[in-house]
């Protein structure tokens, strides 16, 4: 029997509480005949979803308004006022949001054929999301996108999110995941991103830790475009954050940067596709895990040049620092290209703390932990330093310390 059907037979119970829920989705027969990932699929060779094979994954039930307001405040305490949409449990909660002009909530409605197995999941599954077009030249400024979950027993949210931009339009989204209680997280993201446009999107995923969160991006960018992202994994048991973006036109740029911050037993994937699709594109692509405990990072990373994309710059590194003797990561990345005059790298470094600089910290006078934090500091700083928004960059800054604080204690 091969690793596959291995890993499909061990997932068939969360398989079968999906299958009842899917009514008469025309995603069913997909999600029927594939099941859920699985290692033999080689996008998943180094994360399997065993852990969910003995979970059983009801639909989700909307919390009160009292109840949802008290778990925004204990989960996101520091979310500022301004344009935002808030779901608990996968249902739009009004009274928690401020939604702008342009932003439509949509209930569940018929999605056209997936074929991915996150979105064919999905699809199966959803409840709707936002819809958001930014007009021809108008900076739409903030909005946040932020969805909670709270849980006695298993559960499971498919939220569904499209965002447009017409040509010379501007949008920075910060989307935020947050729970607590065991629950499958399974959010799809598109942006389509016009002439001229720009987007940035910053994550951040501080899911509970016995949560499970798939996530699934997916973007267009057309000539001079650009679409600028970063992701901070902080939470979860399970966690993967995949990529897929494809530049279209001439001058796009994508850029697809991270930082995993891993302790306990988690497990972190973060997957990406970069396409080059037109000639004189950019891409850049860095991150960083940090990684304690018995905790399991993987970085797959791909670029890929077809023919046409001459003059393409396309760079990517992934660094991996190890924390302790139980700590892992896979590391992957890959360059496919088939255009002649194109400049592309690719890299990965793993490591355990420099005992000299740790030496030279702690001969200055520097506590031990206070000179470890120093330099993972440093470390995370060439990542967190790609976040052009100050304010949103140092949000993220303050998560970091707080983990910090957290292992220190």
């Not at 994954?57 to 919390?63: D, I, Q, S, V």
């Not at 342009?102 to 064919?120: D, I, N």
């Not at 988690?266 to 895990?289: E, F, G, M, W, Y």
Request: charged share 25%.
């Amino acid at each position: 029997m091969s690793s596959g059907a291995i890993a499909k037979k061990t997932e068939t119970r969360a398989l079968q509480s999906f299958l009842k829920r899917a009514g008469k989705s025309a995603a069913l027969p997909v999600l029927k005949s594939e099941g859920l990932p699985h290692r033999g699929i080689e996008a998943w060779h180094y994360t399997s979803l065993r852990v969910l094979e003995d979970l059983d994954f009801a639909e989700a039930t909307p919390l009160g308004e009292v109840d949802a307001q008290e778990l925004l405040r204990n989960l996101v305490p520091d979310l500022t006022d301004g344009p935002r949409v808030v779901f608990v449990n996968g249902f739009f909660m009004p009274a928690l949001s401020s939604l702008p002009a342009g932003v439509t909530v949509v209930e569940r409605e018929a999605v056209s054929a997936e074929t991915h197995p996150l979105t064919v999941l999905n699809a199966a599954l959803g409840r709707g999301g936002v819809r958001f077009h930014v007009p021809e030249g108008v900076d739409a400024g903030n909005l946040a996108i932020v969805s909670l979950s709270s849980a006695e027993h298993p559960i499971s949210t498919h939220l569904r999110h499209e965002i447009a931009l017409a040509p010379g339009a501007r949008l920075t989204l910060l989307e935020i995941h947050a729970g607590q209680g065991t629950y499958l997280s399974n959010p799809v993201l598109r942006f389509d991103v016009s002439k001229a446009a720009s987007v940035r999107h910053v994550k951040l995923q501080a899911d509970s830790d016995t949560s499970f969160h798939l996530a699934f991006v997916e973007g267009n960018v057309a000539e001079e475009g650009t679409y600028d992202s970063f992701t901070l994994t902080l939470g979860g048991r399970l966690a993967r954050h995949e990529v897929r973006c494809a530049m279209r036109g001439l001058h796009g740029n994508v850029h697809v940067n991270a930082a995993q911050i891993l302790d306990g037993e988690r497990h972190a994937d973060l997957t990406s596709r970069i396409t080059h699709a037109a000639p004189h594109c950019n891409s850049r692509q860095t991150v960083k895990n940090v990684i304690t405990d018995a905790a399991h990072a993987v970085f797959q990373g791909k670029i890929e040049v077809e023919r046409i994309a001459q003059k393409t710059d396309g760079y990517q590194m992934n660094q991996a620092l190890l924390l302790s003797d139980r700590a892992q990561i896979d590391s992957k990345p890959e360059l496919e290209i088939y255009a002649d005059d194109v400049k592309c790298s690719h890299g990965a470094t793993i490591g355990a703390l420099d005992d000299e600089q740790l030496f030279y910290l702690r001969s200055r006078g520097i506590p031990e932990i206070e000179a470890k934090a120093i330099l993972v500091r440093a470390f995370l700083g060439d990542a967190l330093d790609l976040i052009v928004d100050e304010g949103l960059r140092s949000w993220l800054d303050a998560r970091v310390d707080a983990w910090w604080a957290k292992q220190v204690n």
